[in-house]
């Protein structure tokens, strides 16, 4: 059995060149995952080299247990191994959750597999039992409001930043303690300081990350929770105006609400652990009126191509707004 490592313990390990067979992630902190993802990676690549193949399959397109046994055939004449990332197993067929651990716990030596469990663990399954006894599980839930400032301030001081308690906790509010965004807003603090041993109090994070405020947020949250569209677009192109980082940010805030959403639309039940767990607390008191709004289908659909518009958002490669509009015109 795998030992029991805690999230920063596993990337840690990462770090150090050390990379296990099988990973299961569980949890639905954007944040978390992607930067588990980036560092998963990177150390997969310096262990196989350049030429290794990477397949990534979401659990909505794995019907039968074939389709996942099919992928599990090595790095092949051309490669010299496989990393396979089957995101959002939750979707997945039965017959492929039943199988699942048994399929996997005799890998071939040139292939990694992680498996993500999106959602919060709020119902008793054999099969993720089963998974979690065969793989390293890696915990990506968002932390509680008590444990924020503490990781803030690690945050901050992972790029050399000095702040003080009220510009933690300011920067903590401004964000509705995302986690995604609040990377993002210290980054950008980074950039404007002159001197980054200066103290970063409530005023710098006000004037540096004050541009995204939580009643504009929460306005185009709203509009895509009700499926009013005009709304929605109107306030993208607002927020737009703001600055060109502004729509990016907005990504990590909706994969977190739409992820809710999707737990509500599975279990009733999930209402108690999503309250327990989720850093996004200010729109907590939505999502069980507006949960019925939209299928399943439509949430893994629109959660999916929001993954994909997040990544392209970070390469560059097309218009920001545009594509957001394009998302909302679509799924809203």
């Given at each position: 059995?795998p030992s ?25 902190d954007?944040?978390l ?8 990676q ?22 039968t ?5 099919n992928?599990?055939g090595?790095g ?6 496989s990393?396979?990332?089957l ?8 017959g492929?959750?039943?199988?699942l651990?048994?399929m ?7 292939t ?15 099969w993720?039992?089963e ?6 599980v ?8 008590s ?8 945050m901050?001081?992972q ?8 510009g933690?906790?300011?920067l903590?509010?401004?964000s ?5 965004i ?11 300081l002159n001197d ?7 005023e ?28 929605a677009?109107q306030?993208l ?7 060109k ?12 609400c739409?992820?809710q ?22 729109f907590?008191?939505k ?6 709004n ?6 893994q ?27 909302v015109?679509?799924?809203?």
């Amino acid at each position: 059995m795998p030992s029991k490592l805690n999230y920063t313990q596993v990337i840690s390990e990462l770090q150090d060149g050390k990379i296990s067979g099988l990973y299961f992630a569980m949890g639905s902190d954007y944040y978390l995952y992607r930067k588990f993802l980036s560092q998963f990676q990177s150390a997969f690549k310096s262990r196989f080299g350049e030429n290794a193949n990477l397949v990534q399959r979401w659990g909505v397109d794995l019907k039968t247990a074939t389709d996942v046994s099919n992928l599990l055939g090595g790095g092949g004449l051309f490669s010299s191994a496989s990393l396979i990332m089957l995101h959002e197993i939750q979707d997945a067929g039965t017959g492929v959750k039943t199988k699942l651990a048994e399929m996997l716990r005799n890998l071939p030596d040139d292939t990694v597999v992680l498996a993500h469990y999106s959602i919060s663990d709020f119902r008793k399954a054999k099969w993720l039992t089963e998974m979690k006894n065969a793989a390293q599980v890696i915990p990506v839930t968002s932390p509680e409001a008590s444990q924020l400032p503490a990781l803030v301030g690690k945050m901050a001081s992972q790029r050399k930043l000095n702040m003080d308690e009220a510009g933690i906790y300011r920067l903590i509010e401004l964000s509705s303690g995302e986690l995604a965004i609040i990377d993002n807003e210290l980054e950008k603090i980074s950039l404007y300081l002159n001197d980054t041993s200066e103290t970063i109090d409530r005023e710098i994070v006000d004037r540096v990350a004050g541009a995204i405020e939580n009643a504009q947020v929460s306005q185009f949250i709203d509009a895509v929770f009700n499926r009013d569209r005009r709304v929605a677009t109107q306030t993208l192109v607002e927020i737009d105006h703001q600055g060109k980082q502004g729509l990016p940010y907005l990504v990590a805030m909706l994969y977190n609400c739409l992820i809710q959403l999707m737990a509500l639309r599975e279990s009733p039940e999930a209402r108690k652990t999503i309250s327990q767990g989720a850093t996004s607390w200010f729109f907590l008191s939505k999502l069980g009126s507006v949960s019925k709004n939209y299928s399943m289908k439509e949430l893994q659909d629109a959660t999916r191509e929001l993954a994909m518009l997040d990544i392209k958002f970070r390469l560059g490669s097309m218009d920001t707004l545009s594509a957001f509009t394009e998302w909302v015109s679509k799924v809203v």
